[in-house]
């Protein structure tokens, strides 16, 4: 299997502008999270979905994230608009069941300037 | 109580030396004790976990050392090499889908 794949890695953008970030789940998973990365926070869970249905988005920001799971297979992460302090690695993670072990993506890194 | 402390933040060490990271917890009702290891551009990868029934798992060189009364693990890496130069994550989690992460150390292991 070729593991959890994200796309893009790296995201270069301005403030203000709409950024996506599109994770692929390993087939068979069920659960997905998106985690967000920084020195200063570590690792932080934005959200849980769990058979395509969010199920915890406690961790979100605020109204400019959202995430959706279209399919069972494919989430996408929207910031809009960005603003500099979203600046961070964004991971993707699936898991084939409720509790099971994490499986990570490499990463988007996203720059806003 | 739902914080994980882990120490050091980074810990330099020479190949074939003892590499030794703790973490401690507070919530009791934690029950799944995991390590991730992270590449520089990677994302976390797990490593070994342990559940609180035992106190001591191995695998390999990797050793999770876990003291429940005193609500505290740690992951020792025996002979430890150039290639586990990477960054360490306790997490702590009670059954559920939250893991909770440590604030990760920065190894090095000098050649």
């Known amino acids: 299997d070729a593991g959890v794949i994200q796309s893009p890695r790296h995201e270069v953008t301005e403030m203000g502008q709409e950024v996506t970030l599109r994770c692929k789940l390993i087939s068979g998973h069920n659960s997905l999270f998106w985690y967000r990365q920084t020195m200063m926070r570590g690792l932080e869970l934005l959200i849980y979905?769990?058979?395509?249905?969010?199920?915890?988005d406690s961790g979100m920001p605020e109204d400019r994230f959202s995430a959706k799971m279209p399919n069972a297979s494919f989430s996408t992460l929207k910031i809009q608009p960005s603003e500099p302090r979203d600046s961070a690695v964004y991971f993707c993670?699936?898991?084939?069941?409720?509790?099971?072990?994490?499986?990570f993506g490499e990463g988007s890194r996203l720059t806003v300037l | 109580q739902q914080q994980v402390k882990q120490s050091p933040q980074s810990l330099i060490v020479q190949k074939g030396g003892i590499s030794i990271i703790n973490c401690a917890y507070e919530n009791t009702a934690f029950d799944y004790f995991p390590w991730y290891q992270q590449f520089p551009g990677k994302g976390p990868a797990l490593l070994i976990a342990i559940r609180p029934d035992v106190s001591e798992k191995k695998e390999g060189r990797f050793t999770i050392s876990f003291n429940k009364s005193a609500k505290q693990f740690s992951l020792h890496i025996m002979d430890s090499q150039p290639g586990d130069s990477a960054t360490y994550f306790c997490a702590c989690t009670s059954g559920t889908y939250k893991y909770i992460f440590g604030t990760g150390t920065r190894l090095k292991v000098l050649a």
């Open positions: 993670a699936s898991s084939p069941r409720y509790t099971g072990e994490l499986f």
């Open positions: 979905f769990n058979n395509n249905v969010p199920i915890d």
